[in-house]
C-alpha cells in the first residue's frame, strides 16, 4: 500500500539515529492508518475523514523528510 524506502533504507536508518527515529514514526503512522481503516464503521464519518486524512498528511510530510535524509547520505 505505501511505497517502500530505497533498498539501503534499512541499513542507514540503523548509522543514522534521526533517520532511524523517523522511519519508526512513519512505521507507527501506516499502523494507525491501518487501525483507522478497520475503526471505520464504528466511527463517525466526519471525525474518521479528519483523523484519516491528518494522519496521511502527517505520514506524507515524513516520508518525505526520510527521502531528503536519504538523499543527503554521502
Request: a positive charge; charged letters at 30%; proline letters at 7%.
Amino acid at each position: 500500500m505505501f511505497l517502500p524506502s530505497s533498498p539501503g533504507a534499512a541499513a542507514a536508518a540503523t548509522a543514522d539515529p534521526g533517520l532511524k527515529r523517523v522511519s519508526a514514526r512513519r512505521d507507527s503512522l501506516e499502523r494507525r492508518v491501518a487501525e483507522l481503516r478497520v475503526a471505520k464503521s464504528t466511527m463517525a464519518p466526519d471525525l474518521y475523514e479528519r483523523t484519516l486524512e491528518d494522519t496521511l498528511v502527517e505520514l506524507a510530510t515524513t516520508t518525505r523528510a526520510i527521502h531528503e535524509r536519504e538523499a543527503r547520505r554521502p
